[in-house]
C-alpha cells in the first residue's frame, strides 16, 4: 500500500509564502510524476503543478512566478513553494503520485489533503 502524507498548509496572509512537503511511503517500484492539486469550495479540483521524475515541470498560468514545484527523488518528496500568495489561492491542497508497482502497473495515489488560507 502506497501513501502520500502532505504536510506545511496553514493560514497565512495575503503576500505570505507558505512550503507544502509531500511524502510517498510504502512498495512500490518507482514513482513517475508527482503534482499538486487544489480545490477551493464550490470549485472543481485543479491541476497546480506536476514534476516528471527527470524534473521537467508545468504550472497553471494563474501561479506561475509565484509557486515552485520541486521533488527529492531520493526522499520520495515533493514539494510546492508558493509566494506572493492571495486569497484566491485558499484551498485545500492535494498531493498525487503516479506510482509504479513492482508488476510495472501504474496507478494514480492521492494524500489527504492539506487546507491552505490566505487572509487578505
Known amino acids: 500500500q502506497v501513501q502520500l502524507v502532505e504536510s506545511g498548509g496553514g493560514l497565512v496572509q495575503a503576500g505570505g509564502s507558505l512550503r507544502l512537503s509531500c511524502v510517498a511511503s510504502g512498495s512500490f517500484l518507482r514513482i513517475n510524476d508527482m503534482a499538486w492539486y487544489r480545490q477551493a469550495p464550490g470549485n472543481q479540483r485543479e491541476l497546480v503543478a506536476v514534476?516528471?521524475?527527470?524534473?521537467?515541470?508545468n504550472y497553471v498560468d494563474s501561479v506561475k512566478g509565484r509557486f515552485t514545484i520541486s521533488r527529492d527523488n531520493a526522499k520520495n518528496t515533493v514539494y510546492l513553494q508558493m509566494n506572493s500568495l492571495s486569497p484566491e489561492d485558499t484551498a485545500v491542497y492535494y498531493c498525487n503520485a503516479n506510482v509504479v508497482n513492482g508488476f510495472g502497473w501504474s496507478r494514480e495515489v492521492w494524500g489527504q489533503g492539506t487546507l491552505v488560507t490566505v487572509s487578505s
Open positions: 514534476i516528471s521524475s527527470g524534473g521537467s515541470w
